[in-house]
């Protein structure tokens, strides 16, 4: 399949560890905020989203931290597993309708 | 349940040439979002469709334009094509603001 981000920042790291991924956002006034993967040939995947009147939120493996004081957004992936090798973007809200990504990170997982 | 389609898969036109992508929205799905991604970076919002309706536009010239059906499929369009508009073309649904559902994403390659 085609290779999505051949020049993105890249995080490795061994499996079973957990896996950190940042995400600095531009826009103060954002209030919705998605993180996504994206594998190789396929479209992003959604993992979780948070508001702005919340710090944290969990999901199956994953917790999503917002710190909306110096913009910054991060995703951790608990007990990372080969199949979480992808590029993960962040996305904002910008209005009510239009979404902006980030640069996106690209994760491999060391067996 | 069938999740969001577009076709074709890949495609190549050559510059000045006029490009038509196709997107069906998942089943109950009434919003369809087009997305545009070059290779190493991520997605950027094209413009979004409700109703039949533009609703919202990013940063893209008259070349691109779009259309909505009733049975809410999509249809991206693009003129005089350029070579840098060479990218992935993603389509997302929604019914709600928030969760996107993205395609699989038509590969444009323009020689």
């Known amino acids: 399949g085609e290779s999505v981000g051949l020049h993105l920042p890249t995080l490795s790291v061994q499996e079973g560890d957990n896996s950190i991924i940042n995400c600095a956002y531009s826009?103060?006034?954002?209030?919705?905020f998605i993180w996504y993967k994206q594998e190789s040939g396929k479209g992003p995947q959604f993992i979780i989203d948070?508001?702005?009147?919340?710090d944290k939120r969990q999901g199956q493996r994953v917790t999503v931290l917002l710190n909306k004081t110096v913009k910054h957004l991060s995703l951790q992936i608990a007990a990372t597993q080969p199949g979480d090798s992808a590029v993960y973007f962040c996305?904002?809200?910008?209005?009510?309708?239009?979404?902006?990504f980030g640069t996106g990170t690209r994760l491999k997982v060391l067996a | 349940d069938a999740g969001v389609t577009q076709s074709p898969t890949h495609l190549i036109k050559t510059r000045g040439q006029q490009v038509t992508l196709r997107c069906s929205p998942k089943?109950?799905?009434?919003?369809v979002s087009w997305y545009q991604q070059a290779l190493g970076q991520g997605p950027q919002f094209i413009f979004q469709?409700?109703?039949?309706?533009?609703?919202q536009r990013g940063n893209f010239p008259d070349r691109f334009s779009g259309h909505q059906f009733p049975n809410y499929s999509s249809e991206l369009n693009v003129n005089a094509l350029l070579l840098g508009d060479s990218a992935l073309y993603l389509c997302?649904?929604?019914?709600?603001?928030?969760?996107?559902?993205f395609g699989p994403g038509t590969r444009l390659t323009v020689l």
């Open positions: 826009n103060s006034a954002s209030d919705y």
């Open positions: 469709y409700y109703e039949e309706e533009e609703r």
């Open positions: 997302a649904s929604s019914l709600t603001q928030n969760e996107q559902f």
């Open positions: 948070i508001r702005s009147n919340m």
């Open positions: 089943s109950g799905h009434d919003t």
């Open positions: 996305a904002e809200n910008e209005g009510t309708y239009k979404y902006i």
